[in-house]
T-cell receptor, first 112, second 113 residues
């Protein structure tokens, strides 16, 4: 089955700096890659996703890049703010699968 | 209008008891899931239902059983609760098709004492 590895497990940045979280996946047939943000005590919420026919997608301060050849994808957050502090999960799914396979999560802390 | 709602939000119970967690979605999604999130935040798939058919059943103890009366509901029943069952349980739903993410419920924090 699919295996998704996520790094780093914790990340601290100064407010205003950029943050990058990386994930690798094992199944080359995977074609959908969402990212979720989970604030303390809250539910995971979809913040951005990318499909395998696209190499990069941006939404304001958030961007995701996908390298299908290397089987990795990354989340980039620019101009970080304290409210960006949360646990971020990457995930992957292939067309024949019902479920998403999640990475192990990254605790991002933005220091004021 | 809560899209995916779970009840209860908190559940404290003694070892050996039987409990249920309810989940309802009003998004018209075809597939619903239960995930367990442990203290290290890892999200582990437990079950998913598509059109009232169980299509994924990971290696969870048979003390856990999903029940889906219709495609808008997926309840989780747990028998003979153990200390290790303490976790946050999330319900989620998604449309049919690979290129869609999940919408999660607000979670149920289960504490077994």
């Amino acid at each position: 089955g699919e295996n998704v590895e996520q790094h780093p497990s914790t990340l601290s940045v100064q407010e205003g700096d950029s943050a990058v979280i990386k994930c690798t996946y094992s199944d080359s047939a995977s074609n959908y890659f969402p990212w979720y943000k989970q604030e303390l005590g809250k539910r995971p919420q979809l913040i951005i996703d990318i499909r395998s026919n696209v190499g990069e997608k941006k939404d304001q301060r958030i961007a995701v890049t996908l390298n299908k050849t290397a089987k990795h994808f990354s989340l980039h957050i620019t101009e970080t703010q304290p409210e960006d502090s949360a646990v971020y999960f990457c995930a992957a799914r292939k067309g024949s699968a019902r479920q998403l396979t999640f990475g192990s999560g990254t605790q991002l802390t933005v220091l004021p | 209008d809560t899209a995916v709602s779970q009840t209860p939000k908190y559940l404290v119970t003694q070892m050996g008891n039987d409990k249920s967690i309810k989940c309802e979605q009003n998004l018209g999604h075809d597939t619903m899931y239960w995930y367990k999130q442990d203290s290290k935040k890892f999200l582990k798939i437990m079950f998913s239902y598509n059109n009232k058919e169980l299509i994924i059943n990971e290696t969870v103890p048979n003390r856990f059983s999903p029940k889906s009366p219709d495609k808008a509901h997926l309840n989780l029943h747990i028998n003979s609760l153990e200390l290790g069952d303490s976790a946050v349980y999330f319900c989620a739903s998604s449309p049919t098709g690979a290129n869609y993410g999940y919408t999660f419920g607000s979670g149920t924090r289960l504490t077994v004492v």
